[in-house]
């Protein structure tokens, strides 16, 4: 199999994801600069974190009109996996690749903490190593991953089963104090209709290494790579 890292001016979470990767694959991914616009071959494509274009404008706007953004759509397009994490979830939302907005959070605060997340849909090839509400503890790092959604759209997720996460306590349970930045159902991270595409604002591939706080992103990543292999 072959994993593409798409990285940006200020993305700062690629060795991160590699290191995830290939952990979990004994390979390692290929590193494509965002002005590149063709990707060949590949069977998972990542957009990692960080703050591309320093998060001018909105994040992952700027990131959204890169070169390399034409392809990513029409891989998306094509039924490629594509995984977007915290920035690049931001880019999937601003390509309408995903549905929704990112805001500022609640507090209109910077949030850097380990948080909980309940597993909401593990038929799919991203989680399929998850158990349904099965609690995972993975960091977040971001200023604006404050998840809206109109009603239609909410009601569209719903109905095609398409969260895939949401902030809650240890014991699983969903509550307004467990949400971490104000997202709307508490949500952390949403599917395609087709289950191709996973953005999630958390970070598994920093819980994934011996020396990080917990290893809870290991099944996530086995779940999307094995089934690659």
Request: aromatic share 6%; with cysteine; net charge negative.
């Amino acid at each position: 199999m072959k994993t593409a890292i798409i990285t940006f001016p200020g993305t700062n979470r690629e060795n991160d994801m590699a290191a995830a990767v290939k952990l979990t694959t004994g390979k390692s991914p290929d590193l494509i600069w965002h002005k590149e616009t063709t990707l060949e071959n590949y069977d998972l494509i990542i957009l990692p974190g960080g703050f591309s274009y320093g998060d001018y404008l909105r994040c992952g706007a700027m990131a959204a009109h890169s070169p390399i953004m034409k392809e990513i759509i029409a891989q998306a397009e094509k039924g490629t996996r594509i995984f977007g994490v915290c920035n690049g979830f931001q880019m999937l939302i601003e390509t309408r690749i995903l549905p929704g907005a990112l805001l500022k959070n609640k507090n209109l605060k910077f949030i850097c903490k380990n948080v909980h997340l309940r597993s909401e849909n593990t038929d799919t090839h991203f989680t399929k190593h998850l158990k349904e509400g099965s609690v995972i503890e993975v960091p977040v790092a971001h200023g604006d991953g404050n998840y809206f959604a109109t009603p239609d759209i909410l009601s569209d997720l719903a109905a095609n089963d398409q969260v895939a996460f949401r902030y809650c306590d240890a014991q699983g349970n969903v509550s307004e104090e467990a949400n971490a930045n104000g997202s709307i159902d508490n949500i952390a991270g949403i599917y395609n209709k087709r289950k191709t595409i996973l953005g999630m604002m958390p970070h598994p591939e920093n819980a994934t290494l011996s020396h990080q706080k917990t290893q809870d992103g290991v099944p996530l990543f086995e779940g999307i790579l094995n089934g690659l292999m």
